[in-house]
């Protein structure tokens, strides 16, 4: 301890100066985290939006950049129970802060190419569950970056190993003070969203995603949830506003930019060429074992677009190369009714013969519904946290975004509108 | 386990069931909801297909919230806000028996795990369900040496929910394994 760690600066689109020391130098130098440049964020998003080309590798260092900012405030404004119901003292917040750095850097080094488009084809594993990007990020910390961290002297000083890590973004249950700052890596309110909004809104050029950060994250705190007792990561009444215009912006980017019509449909064509690609490994990416863990990450963008430009893709390879997608013809509305549901249903299984696809919001990794607690002043005499929702207006009439869509292939676009008006549908 | 091939529609009247059953004469929160799916998953086998994780207010799955609201949404369930409960207070909405019957084979399918959930999660509040759950992942996910292991699974969960005491932690697991929910020894 004592000695002074170097530090380094990257200029970021988002942030401005991201800060980083040599020990977090040392892991973004590694192969497997250069490997993140080569991971588009936003996968075929250029289809529609075209500056929307920029990757994990800048996303990472960004959700890192304010997940520092989170535990920050946390540790000042939360202190009181972080101390009485957590026993964190003042003199682990160091370790502490090093630990949710790295695991916000980390937290995404486990991508299929493309990010969540290759998801479904991650193996099974051994009680039959589909494997998560986020077991293949715990998978490549142990067995690619352990040693990076283990020996450097920093990591060493504070006592910091590989497994420190791991347990702020594994899915079960770890150490106590792992569990805590777990909310700012995957949790209602995380970093992760926080910097992905602004940054596919930057990239993406549209002004949706949008808000105000620097409010958000000097006014987070912990609360405690009245149904349930535990604590989750709220807002002081102070950052109201400011936490409803993050919930506004991802309500606007779902519609507008993630649940795209046309950027949507390039995630089917995109998975049926990973497939595709996949068949003469077995159909599935390698598991993240021991042995399988670096063939895994043979696995980009870079390998795929090759393979694409190729021929090797089939038929959606083609549709890739030649933006010649399939065609929306039928869409209910954003929150559709039973009877709503039912029609698209029937619509559905009338078009199958045309190879329709449906695409439906409610699908997607975005969760509208999620409320935020809020710490009333501290002034004031009732300290019980209250949904944002109980709050807010605008909040409250955030309805969750379950639109289903119909696509068929070009050449049968003509077809299914006669199907479908001749059957009532449109 | 069943091969059966869950649904939305099943998922959206397993819903309405449990929460129109619970509700009945207690708060009943979101949360709360949570973790009785939990337990409908992990422990009674139905294969609901949510991904859970753990966090310090218990297992939450992010999936599961938005089946939630899209079930509000087609007024299956009710959501009010209780100021004096703090949270929201789940009951039967004016859709509840039209969509329970679209999900009637599931229901009747699964009916005797859904009865053994719901006994144990009857009359419990949201604390009391937040336990539970965590002495069921901890269970089920962590090497304990063999789950009956009692005082490992105690420490444990001791460990991920300091707000309890011993013996209420104690009372849960007995209860659980009085009721076969876990291995007695």
């Known amino acids: 301890m004592g000695e002074s760690v170097k530090h380094f600066e990257i200029r970021d689109p988002v942030h401005g100066f991201v800060r980083y020391n040599e020990l977090e130098r040392d892991i973004i130098n590694h192969p497997a985290f250069q490997r993140l440049r080569r991971i588009r964020q936003l996968a075929f998003t250029d289809m529609v939006y075209p500056g929307a080309m920029h990757t994990r590798?800048?996303?990472?260092?960004?959700?890192?950049?304010?997940?520092?900012?989170?535990?920050?405030?946390?540790?000042?404004?939360?202190?009181?129970?972080?101390?009485?119901?957590?026993?964190?003292?003042?003199?682990?917040?160091i370790r502490w802060l090093q630990i949710v750095r790295l695991a916000a850097l980390l937290h995404d080094v486990g991508h299929t190419p493309f990010s969540h488009n290759g998801e479904d084809l991650l193996p099974l594993d051994q009680k039959g569950k589909q494997y998560t990007h986020e077991a293949y990020s715990a998978a490549i910390l142990r067995h690619e970056l352990a040693g990076t961290i283990e020996n450097n002297r920093h990591a060493e000083n504070l006592g910091i190993r590989a497994s420190d890590v791991e347990r702020v973004f594994e899915d079960a249950p770890s150490t106590k003070p792992a569990l805590v700052w777990k909310a700012f890596i995957s949790g209602q309110m995380d970093a992760d969203r926080m910097d992905y909004l602004l940054r596919d809104s930057h990239h993406a050029g549209v002004a949706y995603g949008k808000y105000d950060l620097d409010r958000v994250a000097s006014t987070v705190e912990f609360c405690e949830d009245p149904d349930t007792g535990g604590h989750e990561l709220g807002i002081g009444d102070d950052g109201t506003h400011a936490v409803e215009g993050l919930l506004i912006a991802r309500y606007m980017m779902f519609t507008q930019v993630y649940f795209h019509k046309t950027r949507s449909i390039f995630d089917y064509h995109l998975a049926q060429a990973l497939k595709k690609l996949l068949e003469p490994h077995g159909g599935r990416f390698p598991p993240p074992t021991t042995e399988d863990i670096r063939r895994f990450l043979e696995w980009d963008d870079w390998r795929v677009l090759g393979a694409v430009a190729q021929e090797e893709g089939g038929e959606h390879g083609r549709m890739l190369v030649d933006r010649d997608h399939y065609r929306c013809v039928c869409e209910t509305s954003e929150t559709p009714s039973e009877v709503e549901i039912e029609k698209f249903e029937s619509a559905k299984v009338m078009l199958s013969t045309m190879n329709a696809v449906a695409m439906t919001a409610a699908k997607s990794w975005y969760q509208p519904k999620d409320d935020i607690l809020v710490m009333p002043s501290r002034s004031g005499g009732d300290k019980r946290p209250l949904a944002l929702s109980s709050l807010s207006g605008v909040v409250a009439g955030l309805k969750p975004i379950n639109r289903m869509r119909l696509y068929v292939p070009r050449q049968s676009r003509d077809a299914a509108n006669a199907a479908l008006r001749e059957g009532g549908f449109s | 386990m069943s091969e059966r091939t869950v649904t939305d529609w099943d998922r959206y009247a397993l819903v309405v069931r449990v929460a129109g059953i619970l509700a009945e004469g207690h708060a009943f929160g979101r949360k709360a909801l949570q973790k009785v799916f939990y337990l409908l998953q992990e422990l009674a086998g139905i294969p609901l297909g949510y991904r859970y994780r753990f966090y310090t207010y218990g297992v939450y799955s992010f999936e599961l919230a938005s089946t939630l609201a899209?079930?509000?949404?087609?007024?299956?369930?009710?959501?009010?806000?209780?100021?004096?409960?703090?949270?929201?207070?789940?009951?039967?909405?004016?859709?509840?028996?039209?969509?329970?019957?679209?999900?009637?084979?599931?229901?009747?399918?699964?009916?005797?795990?859904?009865?053994?959930?719901?006994?144990?999660?009857?009359?419990?509040?949201?604390?009391?369900?937040?336990?539970?759950?965590?002495?069921?992942?901890v269970a089920l996910n962590e090497d304990l040496g063999g789950v009956a292991d009692e005082q490992r699974l105690l420490e444990r969960v001791a460990e991920l929910k300091p707000k309890f005491s011993t013996t209420q932690i104690l009372d849960q697991v007995q209860e659980l394994r009085l009721r076969g929910c876990l291995p007695s020894e």
């Open chain 2, 70 to 137: 899209t079930v509000e949404n087609l007024k299956g369930v009710v959501a009010n806000y209780d100021p004096a409960f703090g949270a929201y207070e789940l009951g039967r909405g004016e859709k509840a028996e039209a969509l329970e019957a679209k999900g009637h084979a599931f229901l009747a399918e699964f009916g005797e795990q859904i009865d053994r959930i719901v006994a144990l999660a009857r009359g419990k509040t949201g604390k009391i369900l937040e336990l539970i759950s965590t002495i069921v992942f």
């Open chain 1, 57 to 93: 590798f800048e996303h990472s260092l960004g959700a890192m950049h304010v997940a520092t900012r989170l535990f920050r405030t946390v540790c000042e404004r939360s202190r009181e129970i972080l101390e009485s119901e957590y026993q964190f003292e003042e003199a682990a917040k």
